[in-house]
């Protein structure tokens, strides 16, 4: 158990529709980031947050945005959903945003979203 | 941040050590080498990481070579638990972000 939280684990919706994505980090840790694996884009790095304010931006798409609130955990919207937004999104956490020796991100289960 | 070239797939034997190797030849002075694994239906779970020197830890050891072109994953004694996607990853010191590329698949064979 990496002590990160993820909800829901599965979600089933259907092509235009919204979902939110919901992660609880590490107890302590204030950064987040959040990930998306398909299986033909492999990990993608969407994200990151620290304590409220965005550091660095991935390969987001302008339909999916994402928060970090007071309390330190975060969601991600995703929206007008379509069927290749079919994917398993993760949420990793650190203590602080990886800079110089720091290379430790703990990851959660993920949440799968299927998109019908 | 640098690319890395990876084995899409490897096999190693239970109980025997297992190197897995990894190209990085456009690699800058900046460049930390990370490792992480993905076993299956879990998230990736951190391995290792190190920039000049060899490290050494609980779940493996990472040897860079000397020119830092490439490196090597070692696990001493692999075990089934290992069978996972194998991620090699450079990480500018000045980078907030950890960017996976394909991976190695590790089949573990009893």
């Known amino acids: 158990d990496s002590g990160v939280t993820q909800t829901p684990k599965h979600l089933i919706t259907a092509t235009g529709q919204r979902v939110t994505l919901r992660c609880s980090p590490r107890?302590?840790?204030?950064?987040v980031y959040w990930y998306q694996q398909s299986l033909d884009q492999g990990l993608q790095f969407l994200i990151q947050?620290?304590?409220?304010?965005?550091?660095a931006k991935g390969n987001i798409l302008e339909r999916f945005s994402a928060q970090q609130f007071p309390d330190l955990h975060s969601e991600l919207n995703l929206s007008s959903l379509e069927l290749g937004d079919s994917a398993l999104y993760f949420c990793?956490?650190?203590?602080?945003?990886?800079?110089?020796?720091?290379?430790?991100?703990?990851f959660g289960e993920g949440s799968r979203l299927t998109v019908l | 941040d640098a690319k890395t070239t990876q084995p899409n797939s490897m096999e190693s034997n239970e109980e025997e050590p297992v190197h897995l190797p990894c190209n990085h030849s456009?690699?800058?002075?900046?460049?930390?080498i990370h490792w992480y694994r993905q076993l299956p239906s879990q998230g990736p779970e951190y391995v290792i990481h190190?920039?000049?020197s060899n490290v050494n830890n609980r779940m493996a050891s990472l040897a860079i070579a000397e020119d830092r072109k490439s490196s090597t994953l070692i696990l001493h004694r692999a075990t089934l638990r290992d069978a996972a996607v194998y991620y090699c990853?450079?990480?500018?010191?000045?980078?907030?972000?950890?960017?996976f590329g394909a991976g190695t698949r590790l089949t573990v064979k009893p």
């Open positions: 990793a956490s650190s203590v602080a945003p990886l800079t110089g020796n720091t290379g430790e991100l703990f």
């Open positions: 107890s302590g840790d204030l950064s």
């Open positions: 947050y620290y304590n409220g304010e965005e550091r």
């Open positions: 456009t690699i800058s002075g900046t460049d930390y």
């Open positions: 190190g920039l000049t």
């Open positions: 990853i450079l990480r500018d010191w000045q980078n907030n972000d950890m960017r």
